[in-house]
């Protein structure tokens, strides 16, 4: 088993940590919270020991902060909302007991959606454990954290040699001499020190990023129980240049410049149905009904068709998006047809039809999820032949009354993105005039 930072370290800021002795609280400390995944293993030379202290308030290498706050609805039930930017995820599965082993409480913090977990050891004020995701062999981060900290990289406040507001046009994956870099733009918004933002793609958005600027330097972390990024960077003249992190399995190099005409791809002319095609399916939901298209159950409707997956936190935005608009809209909703088809990481279909009923209740979707085979494009291709390309989880395929293909829609710019809003009014426009 790996080593964790030093208990040295964790009894300096255990005893630093901000709890109020008055708190009534059975369990864990509630209250705000620091956390980090540790993607590089963190030491500190013998001769610096002295230096501890100062240390700690600065960054580390490798170090992937996030903030997350403890709430309790009574003395004795707690759930924890873990903090991107203006991002609240609630997470109330939560198991709580004492490892009398250990003598010591233990906590483990679910994200059932993700099948993902937070295993933590609680002593007073600090934690110290791991995230671990299911769906990957052997996938495991150390994880610590400390009670009353509400910073996320640092408490410095360096004067910030430029403001980094507006967009940024970007390449990633610069250092890669056998592919083309992936093309992306950089929103950022920043007050003072404090940096927030997300990069745009042709596939999808990186959510909420929060973090700081120092100097000429600066760091990005976002942290939802599925992906764990950090980005990292300096100001280089004109230029932005930085490395991008995704957990333990992912690292690349990226570069940033500001550009009046740097475009994307228009997320609706990447895929598209090939020329005398018609897409057609087969399939059972969980719970064993049959769904066919074409068929009597969608003539007359509009169809909305999705790609994606539970492992996914854009096809959750997606999901998340039609839900509200057909609730909101029940006299639309009744005239229309949506089907998600998911493509999963489980190791079997039993386990992912299981996993999808669980799915489908936490989000409380009103249309039909179904499983569509394993989280791969050119599984994804074989399900839709009639597809000239899947470059993306997730991606939507709408259709009208009478079957013509209104629009294939690849990615999603979610509500991190700038874009968020015309996209709900476009689709908006969309459907009410296919439904005239």
């Known amino acids: 088993m790996r080593n964790y930072p030093g208990l040295f370290l964790l009894l300096i800021i255990g005893l630093s940590a901000c709890i109020s002795p008055d708190a009534t609280y059975?369990?864990?400390?509630?209250?705000?919270?620091?956390?980090?995944?540790?993607?590089?293993?963190?030491?500190?030379?013998?001769?610096?020991k002295k230096e501890v202290t100062l240390l700690y308030?600065?960054?580390?290498?490798?170090?992937?902060?996030?903030?997350?706050?403890?709430?309790?609805?009574?003395?004795?039930?707690?759930?924890?909302?873990?903090?991107?930017?203006?991002?609240?995820?609630?997470?109330?599965?939560?198991?709580?007991?004492?490892?009398?082993?250990?003598?010591?409480?233990?906590?483990?913090?679910?994200?059932?959606?993700?099948?993902?977990?937070?295993?933590?050891?609680?002593?007073?004020?600090?934690?110290?454990?791991?995230?671990?995701?299911?769906?990957?062999?052997?996938?495991?981060?150390?994880?610590?954290?400390?009670?009353?900290?509400?910073?996320?990289f640092t408490t410095m406040e360096k004067k910030p040699l430029a403001d980094l507001s507006g967009d940024w046009a970007t390449f990633l994956g610069v250092e890669k001499t056998d592919e083309d870099?992936?093309?992306?733009?950089?929103?950022?918004?920043?007050?003072?020190?404090?940096?927030?933002?997300?990069?745009?793609?042709?596939?999808?958005?990186?959510?909420?990023?929060?973090?700081?600027?120092q100097d000429r330097d600066f760091w990005l972390s976002c942290f939802d129980g599925a992906h764990a990024f950090l980005f990292s960077g300096a100001v280089q003249g004109d230029s932005l240049q930085g490395e991008f992190c995704s957990g333990t399995h992912y690292k690349t190099l990226w570069t940033s410049w500001q550009s009046d005409d740097f475009e994307l791809t228009p997320l609706d002319s990447i895929s598209q149905v090939k020329s005398g095609q018609q897409l057609s399916f087969s399939v059972k939901t969980p719970e064993g009904k049959e769904i066919k298209y074409p068929s009597s159950e969608f003539d007359g409707k509009l169809k909305i068709f999705t790609i994606s997956g539970t492992w996914c936190p854009?096809?959750?935005?997606?999901?998340?998006?039609?839900?509200e608009f057909m609730k909101e809209n029940p006299d639309l909703a009744n005239k229309m047809a949506v089907v998600s088809f998911s493509f999963e990481r489980a190791k079997d279909e039993s386990a992912a039809n299981m996993h999808?009923?669980?799915?489908?209740?936490?989000?409380?979707?009103?249309?039909?999820?179904?499983?569509?085979?394993?989280?791969?494009?050119?599984?994804?291709?074989?399900?839709?032949?009639?597809l000239n390309k899947v470059i993306s989880f997730?991606?939507?395929?709408?259709?009208?009354?009478?079957?013509?293909?209104l629009q294939v829609h690849t990615g999603f710019d979610g509500p991190a993105t700038s874009r968020y809003e015309s996209f709900k009014k476009h689709f908006a426009d969309l459907v009410n005039s296919a439904l005239q």
């Open 26 to 48: 059975s369990k864990v400390a509630p209250g705000i919270w620091r956390g980090a995944l540790e993607l590089e293993h963190f030491t500190i030379p013998a001769r610096k």
């Open 57 to 152: 308030d600065q960054i580390k290498p490798g170090e992937l902060p996030f903030n997350f706050e403890i709430k309790y609805l009574d003395n004795d039930r707690f759930y924890v909302e873990f903090i991107n930017g203006s991002e609240r995820i609630r997470v109330d599965s939560i198991q709580y007991g004492r490892d009398r082993s250990l003598a010591r409480d233990t906590m483990n913090i679910w994200f059932p959606e993700y099948q993902s977990y937070i295993h933590a050891e609680i002593r007073g004020g600090v934690m110290q454990g791991y995230w671990r995701v299911l769906t990957r062999e052997d996938y495991q981060i150390p994880f610590y954290a400390h009670a009353g900290r509400d910073y996320r």
């Open 181 to 213: 870099p992936e093309r992306a733009v950089a929103e950022f918004k920043q007050d003072g020190n404090h940096l927030e933002g997300t990069f745009r793609t042709e596939t999808g958005d990186y959510r909420f990023l929060e973090g700081t600027i």
């Open 314 to 323: 854009n096809c959750k935005d997606e999901l998340l998006f039609l839900t």
């Open 356 to 386: 999808l009923i669980e799915y489908k209740k936490k989000l409380n979707l009103p249309f039909d999820i179904v499983y569509a085979g394993v989280a791969r494009k050119e599984v994804a291709e074989e399900f839709f032949p009639a």
């Open 394 to 405: 997730p991606t939507m395929v709408i259709l009208d009354k009478n079957d013509k293909v």
